[in-house]
């Protein structure tokens, strides 16, 4: 499993033993907000078939060092999120922000082509879908007002820097669509929301994200 083969990476120290034990891998720069989410996103689901490669993660904010080493080792400019790909100790490729998308994640996985080996690592802990469960059921039982929803919802997933999958990213977005652009709209508007499917979306979202809950790990 994937979640087997994601380790994080603090320090440059544990940069340096990562790079030794696996030549070939991938390394994923966090950022700070939902950029983050969806490169994570499509890197996941590109990854869960490649049981050859183990994941570094680097949260660049609260491991500046770690992320420091890996811009001085490759020379590749820093950005987050960011994901690099390394073939026998070299960087082969890299891509960044909104540019990690499933066809550039393919044209650099053609670049490390599969070993046919099985790693593993500890295991990384599954993502915790609790915040939006709260704000979702808040809404949906008429605790939160539509206006308030509309703003809590789009602020905390403009933020979420969280590393989920793909399928999660989906459900989440599946309420106001592409956020920025939803926000822009919300302030040009001066706050007055003209779609009357936001409670559908939302109701059909707290089930999935429920059933995602549940799932086995």
């Given at each position: 499993?994937?979640r ?5 990476l603090?320090?440059?120290?544990e ?16 950022g700070?907000?939902?950029k983050t989410m ?6 996941q689901?590109?990854l869960?078939?490649?049981e050859?490669l183990?994941?570094?993660i ?5 491991w500046r ?8 080792l ?12 390394f073939?026998?100790g070299?960087?082969?490729f890299?891509v960044?922000?909104?540019n990690i998308?499933p066809?550039?994640l393919?044209?650099?996985f053609?670049l490390v ?5 099985v790693?593993?690592g ?5 993502s915790d879908l609790?915040?939006?469960l ?10 939160m007002s539509d206006r308030?929803f509309e703003?809590v919802?789009?602020?905390?997933f ?8 793909r399928?999660e990213v ?10 920025d652009q939803h926000?822009?709209?919300h302030?040009?508007m001066a706050g007055?929301?003209?779609?009357d499917?936001v ?5 059909a979202a ?9 799932a086995?790990a």
């Open positions: 499993m994937l087997d083969r994601v380790v994080n603090s320090t440059p120290e940069v340096e033993a990562f790079l030794t034990s696996h030549p070939t891998n991938v390394i994923f720069k966090a700070a907000c939902h969806q490169g994570f996103g499509f890197l689901e590109k869960e078939a490649r050859d183990m994941v570094g680097i949260r660049v904010i609260e060092a770690a992320s420091n080493l890996v811009t001085e490759t020379g590749i400019r820093h950005e987050s999120p960011q994901v690099i790909l073939r026998d070299g960087a082969v890299d960044d922000n909104w998308t066809e550039v393919n044209a650099g053609d082509p599969s070993s046919g080996e790693v593993g500890n295991g990384a802990s599954r609790s915040p939006y709260q704000v979702l059921e808040q809404y949906l039982t008429g605790i308030q703003y919802y789009t602020t905390m403009r933020d979420d820097a969280s590393l989920r999958s399928e989906e459900v989440l977005n599946s309420i106001f669509g592409d956020v926000l822009n709209m302030l040009m007055r929301s003209q779609d499917g409670r559908e979306r939302a109701e707290l089930l999935k994200l429920k059933e995602l809950v549940q086995p």
